[in-house]
């Protein structure tokens, strides 16, 4: 079968990506074989993987270069049933064409208020570029830090309404075990009984990527 070959991108900073793709890549990782490819020069996924004691916890993580790293989801994708790549934030436009050039879905975390929002619509724009190439590329965006304790705001609801790229209906709450799952270097799933509820997001979000 191909591999499912997975980007989480995002031009402005600080969204959620590295954490989106690190847990997804554990996620996936309970499933099949995975590899987490990762494109940021400041290397925060392998980092995160680094600082983990050697434990079956998260995949294997390669750094690979923006330019290249059409060559590198190929080879991956050889040998792995998902494949995610961690794209860092201000990513050249080519770099990110290249990027969703080479993947089936790109994810593009959102935080859920509408200024933070309309700050990520560039990648709108981007995702129907990259479609000229590839046009079976599908795009979402995943709302981050989401409150537990209010829905969203009928202004958010309104954004995304008007957003060309539609929104995953499961998200990431705003949790401590996703901070602390980063300083562990560990996933949600990799803290046991501490990171349970945030291990449900990151399932219903698989489960629903997968059966898209
Ligand atoms: N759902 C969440 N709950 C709590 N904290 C979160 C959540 N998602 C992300 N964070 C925290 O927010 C910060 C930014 O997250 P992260 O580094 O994943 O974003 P990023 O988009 O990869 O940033 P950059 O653009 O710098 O690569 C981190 O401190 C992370 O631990
Ligand atoms: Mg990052």
Same mark, same amino acid.
């Given at each position: 079968?191909?591999?499912?070959?997975?980007?989480? &991108?995002?031009?402005?900073?600080?969204?959620?990506?590295?954490?989106?793709?690190?847990?997804? &890549?554990?996620?996936?990782?309970?499933?099949?074989?995975?590899?987490?490819?990762?494109?940021?020069?400041?290397? $925060?996924?392998?980092? *995160?993987?680094?600082?983990?004691?050697?434990?079956?916890?998260?995949?294997?993580?390669? +750094?690979?270069?923006?330019?290249?790293?059409? &060559?590198?989801?190929?080879?991956?994708?050889?040998? +792995?049933?998902?494949?995610?790549?961690?794209?860092?934030?201000?990513?050249?436009?080519?770099?990110?064409?290249?990027?969703?050039?080479?993947? !089936?879905?790109?994810?593009?975390?959102?935080?859920? $208020?509408?200024? !933070?929002? *309309?700050? +990520?619509?560039?990648?709108? &724009?981007?995702?129907? !570029?990259?479609?000229?190439?590839?046009?079976?590329?599908?795009?979402?965006?995943?709302?981050?830090?989401?409150?537990?304790?209010?829905?969203?705001?009928?202004?958010?609801?309104?954004?995304?309404?008007?957003?060309?790229?539609?929104?995953?209906?499961?998200?990431?709450?705003?949790?401590?075990?996703?901070?602390?799952?980063?300083?562990?270097?560990?996933?949600?799933?990799?803290?046991?009984?501490?990171?349970?509820?945030?291990?449900?997001?990151?399932?219903?979000?698989?489960?629903?990527?997968?059966?898209?």
């Amino acid at each position: 079968m191909a591999a499912l070959r997975i980007a989480i &991108a995002n031009q402005k900073g600080g969204t959620g990506k590295t954490t989106l793709t690190v847990n997804l &890549a554990a996620g996936f990782h309970r499933r099949g074989a995975t590899v987490l490819l990762d494109a940021d020069p400041q290397g $925060s996924a392998a980092h *995160w993987a680094r600082l983990g004691e050697a434990g079956d916890d998260l995949p294997p993580v390669r +750094s690979v270069d923006a330019e290249t790293v059409g &060559a590198g989801v190929a080879r991956a994708a050889r040998a +792995s049933r998902y494949v995610l790549v961690d794209c860092p934030p201000h990513l050249q436009s080519a770099a990110l064409q290249r990027v969703m050039g080479a993947v !089936d879905l790109v994810l593009i975390p959102v935080l859920p $208020s509408p200024l !933070d929002l *309309w700050a +990520s619509v560039g990648m709108t &724009a981007a995702v129907q !570029d990259a479609r000229r190439g590839n046009s079976r590329l599908r795009a979402y965006l995943v709302l981050n830090q989401i409150d537990r304790r209010n829905a969203l705001s009928g202004a958010m609801r309104e954004a995304l309404a008007e957003f060309e790229v539609p929104a995953l209906a499961n998200g990431m709450t705003r949790r401590a075990a996703f901070r602390s799952a980063a300083l562990e270097g560990r996933s949600v799933y990799g803290l046991g009984s501490r990171g349970a509820n945030a291990a449900r997001d990151v399932e219903a979000i698989i489960e629903e990527v997968t059966g898209l």
